[in-house]
């Protein structure tokens, strides 16, 4: 019954990808937003099942951080997609930024107390304990945040930045390349994948991989143009509906990837995932977005930001900065928890630059004041003393 049930949702995610790329070839007609925004999530599972099972041949940590890069490659593509399209046309500049401040916003948002609350009802745990291992997370997270701060002031994002973001990105990646593999705790599809022999279960995470990207690579466009098209004949904020509408889609395969390692009891190893995504989003996404502007400008330029998308990035920052407040005590909590959220399903309904001023405040606020407490720096130093003595996740 196991066996057949995970045959089903692997056929049933195949079809989703599948379906755009059929039609595609058959030449059918646009449909909007929908079709190409299933085709992305089905990817999205097929990916985040594939980046799963590769736990069995890289390292632990190495293997979150693929994993959560794997699994946001829709996300990338969304993001590309604007990016490209605003070294043509600049008004576009609005909508990359604001599909990336509305990601980054929602991993922590919501992601992160999805977790706990999974954590709960399947073992009664209230609490997440982070190990000292997590170091180079908090180390790239802090280092991002913190640089994250003068894009708002500056107003552009430029190659300069791009190079800050991305070597912050290769300094994590090389800190998660040590250790061992480990054999991962499957569950779903990914277990049904495991269970192949060594070659045949690689050749199966390869293609998945190569067919999924496939799929995103022709999807990403009309999903994203849709989303675009349907916002102005509804009458609805276009900016907004990139801004949450397309990263629910491209992300809620990895927040199911992160529950499922929570209702197995490895609810530190879920939250870990979604603070690699975070990391992932907050340096190579971010630091992607100029490389690609300038690459389609043919120019070495800078995307300029509106005052609208400087007040989103300093709202995404603040985010940021209150997030590693919280986990540096290497503790998630109830109502650490009911906090992030509590704010971020605010945002959507107050969209006023004096709101989106006032939750920036009141993240810096609440960041600065766990910052003073002496709790706030509980398991800390070890952290910080596991990444920068060489150590290995």
């Keep these: 019954m196991t066996r057949r049930r995970n045959l089903f949702w692997l056929a049933a995610a195949a079809l989703a990808a599948l379906q755009w790329p059929?039609?595609?070839?058959?030449?059918?007609?646009?449909?909007?937003?929908?079709?190409?925004?299933?085709?992305?999530?089905?990817?999205?599972?097929?990916?985040?099942?594939?980046?799963?099972v590769a736990e069995h041949d890289i390292p632990?940590?190495?293997?979150?951080?693929?994993?959560?890069?794997?699994?946001?490659?829709?996300e990338y593509a969304v993001d590309v997609y604007f990016a490209w399209g605003a070294g043509k046309n600049p008004a576009l500049t609005s909508f990359a930024t604001a599909n990336m401040t509305g990601a980054n916003r929602l991993?922590?948002?919501?992601?992160?107390?999805?977790?706990?609350?999974?954590?709960?009802?399947?073992?009664?745990?209230?609490?997440?304990?982070?190990?000292?291992?997590?170091g180079p997370e908090l180390l790239a997270l802090s280092a991002a945040t913190v640089y994250a701060f003068a894009l708002p002031f500056k107003k552009t994002l430029s190659l300069i930045d791009c190079g800050v973001f991305l070597a912050i990105f290769l300094y994590y990646m090389i800190g998660l390349a040590g250790g061992e593999a480990e054999e991962p705790d499957l569950a779903g599809p990914a277990a049904l994948i495991g269970a192949l022999r060594p070659s045949a279960r690689r050749s199966?995470?390869?293609?998945?991989?190569?067919?999924?990207?496939?799929?995103?690579?022709?999807?990403?466009?009309?999903?994203?143009?849709?989303l675009v098209a349907q916002g102005r004949r509804l009458g609805v904020d276009e900016f907004l509906l990139v801004q949450w509408v397309a990263p629910l889609a491209s992300e809620a395969p990895e927040f199911i990837v992160a529950c499922l390692f929570a209702a197995k009891g490895r609810a530190a190893s879920g939250l870990r995932m979604l603070i690699a995504s975070k990391v992932n989003q907050w340096t190579l996404l971010v630091g992607m977005l100029p490389l690609i502007f300038a690459l389609s400008a043919g120019r070495p330029i800078a995307m300029a930001l509106d005052s609208r998308q400087a007040h989103e990035i300093l709202l995404t920052a603040a985010q940021s900065l209150l997030a590693l407040a919280i986990i540096f005590d290497l503790r998630f909590a109830w109502k650490e928890a009911a906090i992030l959220g509590g704010l971020f399903l605010a945002q959507p309904f107050l969209t006023d630059p004096r709101a989106r001023t006032a939750f920036s405040a009141a993240y810096l606020a609440l960041a600065m004041w766990i910052f003073a407490s002496k709790g706030s720096w509980r398991g800390t130093a070890a952290a910080l003393k596991y990444a920068g003595a060489g150590r290995r996740a």
């Design 22 to 52: 059929l039609r595609l070839a058959l030449g059918a007609a646009p449909a909007g937003p929908l079709l190409p925004g299933l085709a992305v999530l089905g990817a999205s599972f097929l990916l985040s099942w594939a980046a799963e």
């Design 60 to 74: 632990h940590g190495l293997a979150l951080g693929v994993l959560a890069v794997v699994a946001v490659l829709p």
């Design 107 to 134: 991993l922590i948002g919501l992601g992160w107390g999805a977790v706990l609350l999974t954590g709960w009802l399947f073992h009664k745990r209230r609490e997440i304990r982070l190990e000292p291992a997590i």
């Design 204 to 226: 199966a995470v390869i293609s998945l991989i190569i067919a999924a990207a496939a799929v995103i690579y022709w999807s990403a466009a009309p999903f994203a143009d849709g």
